[in-house]
């Protein structure tokens, strides 16, 4: 039987300029640690700053991807439950969580998934969630540009944890209120830069079978930017120029 040709996942790697990523760390294993109390509900608390500057009006949406069992044992819930991740649970560097986060909210940018939460920094930059389901989060940021200051503040999308496991790394005594401040990238005058994304295939010896073309969406904060055609004519690849201190999300459209 033949091969066919694999594009490894449904969304494309894009050369993107990085941002930093956030601290929030997700279990690496989960072991006999206790458990969960289930008919209970959670909160999270940002704190959205730059150094010592407060950062009001910064724009937040979150999605809940996973539950938790009382065991403190990940499940994907629907739709995320298609992604290729066997098992939560056996998730065991902080670089696989990450590795979630792309395609995650390339979906959710495709098929304009519904927040299950949404709020606005105040003031002192802080927003606080409550009343919240247990299990895993995507937290998505909007950048924040500031125009009077010549400035734009990007943030990292990232997974927490709901409830947080304890001090002593196990659910015996779960934090079930969540608090941090992510981190932030400041960029001042924010000058015009490239951008370039390239399709790749893993399919030695089979190349004749990939299709004639693909589309891909590009998105920028969440927004869909353009919708371009790869194919060999362009080698399977697309570039763009726009400001520093953006964050693009790539995906083939179906």
């Not at 999605?63 to 990940?74: K, L, P, Q």
């Not at 590795?99 to 390339?106: C, Q, R, T």
């Not at 990232?158 to 409830?163: D, E, K, M, Q, R």
Request: charged share 20%; hydrophobic share 35%; aromatic share 12%.
């Amino acid at each position: 039987m033949k091969k066919k040709a694999s594009n490894l996942s449904k969304f494309i790697l894009a050369v993107l300029t990085l941002i930093l990523t956030v601290t929030f760390c997700m279990p690496l294993s989960v072991e006999a640690r206790g458990s969960v109390d289930t008919g209970k509900k959670g909160s999270l608390g940002l704190t959205y700053r730059y150094q010592t500057t407060l950062l009001p009006d910064v724009n937040v949406h979150l999605y809940r991807i996973a539950d938790i069992s009382s065991a403190g044992e990940f499940t994907l819930i629907s739709p995320y439950d298609q992604f290729p991740v066997t098992d939560l649970n056996k998730i065991s560097d902080q670089s696989e969580w990450d590795n979630l986060i792309k395609p995650v909210a390339a979906y959710i940018y495709t098929n304009n998934v519904t927040p299950d939460a949404e709020a606005v920094s105040d003031a002192d930059g802080k927003i606080s969630f409550t009343d919240l389901k247990l299990g895993i989060y995507l937290v998505v940021s909007d950048a924040l540009v500031q125009p009077e200051n010549n400035c734009t503040y990007s943030f990292s999308s990232f997974l927490t944890s709901i409830p947080g496991l304890d001090a002593d790394d196990n659910w015996t005594n779960s934090v079930y209120d969540v608090v941090g401040v992510p981190k932030c990238e400041k960029t001042v005058n924010p000058k015009t830069v490239p951008y370039y994304v390239y399709k790749r295939w893993d399919d030695s010896g089979y190349a004749g079978n990939r299709p004639t073309s693909i589309s891909v969406n590009i998105y920028v904060d969440g927004t869909l930017y353009t919708t371009q055609t790869l194919s060999a004519g362009n080698n399977w690849s697309y570039s763009w120029t726009y400001q520093e201190g953006h964050v693009f999300t790539i995906a083939e459209s179906t």
